[in-house]
């Protein structure tokens, strides 16, 4: 069974770092592209980039590009999204998604992790 | 970069009736890559379609109530006969190549 499993729920303060996690279980991890989803309270899905485990290729939704990190360890077939400086702005909940193929279809979600920046 | 608009933003249904959503694009997806997902109260998305030059195609696990049409700037979600699970929120997504950009949504609820 192909899975998605998250990190927690974060509380951060406006400035901080933060960086969370998407484990894929299920299937080869190395072989399908990995992306995150933006959803705002309230709002609708937003696509942030999309990336490769096997050799780290990464491409990112012009939006996003230079405000978040996305890396993967292979090794122990998880995927990370990472912020060097929250903003309130970036209070969301945040998705892991599994692609079909490359700029594919989101066939497999994780559960979500929601993260709130707030002072 | 294809926009995708959904209407309507809300439909008002009773179990048991036919449900059509709409999606359209700014101009023409290539090879009618759009996929539909589901979104319930709390829950995380899930995949219930995707298109393609022959055809949509339904996610695994998804009952055949579920249906998608259209082509070029139109595409359209149906649902059968709707059943009380089916009272979500619907996006329709094009795929294929970047950006992989979703539209606003459809809220279909309870009358």
């Known amino acids: 069974e192909v899975q998605l499993v998250q990190s927690g729920g974060e509380v951060k303060k406006p400035g901080e770092s933060l960086q969370i996690s998407c484990k894929g279980s299920?299937?080869?991890?190395?072989?399908?592209?990995i992306g995150w989803v933006r959803q705002m309270p309230g709002r609708g899905l937003e696509w942030m980039g999309i990336?490769?485990?096997?050799?780290?290729?990464?491409r990112y939704n012009p939006s996003y590009e230079g405000q978040v990190t996305m890396s993967v360890d292979k090794s122990i077939s998880t995927a990370y999204l990472q912020w060097s400086s929250l903003k309130a702005s970036d209070t969301a909940i945040y998705y892991c998604?599994?692609?079909?193929?490359?700029?594919?279809?989101?066939?497999?979600w994780g559960q979500g992790a929601l993260v709130t920046v707030s002072s | 970069e294809i926009a995708l608009t959904q209407s309507p933003g809300t439909l008002s249904l009773s179990p048991g009736e036919r449900a059509t959503l709409s999606c359209r694009a700014s101009?023409?997806?290539?090879?009618?890559?759009i996929a539909w997902y589901q979104q319930t109260p709390g829950q995380a998305p899930r995949l219930l379609l995707y298109?393609?030059?022959?055809?949509?195609t339904r996610a695994t696990g998804i009952p055949d109530r579920f249906s998608g049409g259209g082509s070029g700037t139109y595409f359209t979600l149906t649902i059968s006969r709707l059943e009380p699970e089916d009272f979500a929120v619907y996006y329709c997504?094009?795929?294929?190549?970047?950006?992989?950009?979703f539209g606003g949504g459809t809220k279909v609820e309870i009358k």
């Open positions: 998604v599994k692609l079909a193929y490359r700029w594919g279809p989101f066939d497999f």
């Open positions: 299920g299937y080869i991890f190395i072989s399908y592209w």
């Open positions: 990336i490769f485990p096997d050799d780290s290729d990464t």
């Open positions: 101009q023409t997806v290539r090879n009618n890559f």
């Open positions: 298109g393609g030059s022959s055809g949509a």
């Open positions: 997504q094009v795929f294929g190549s970047s950006p992989l950009t």
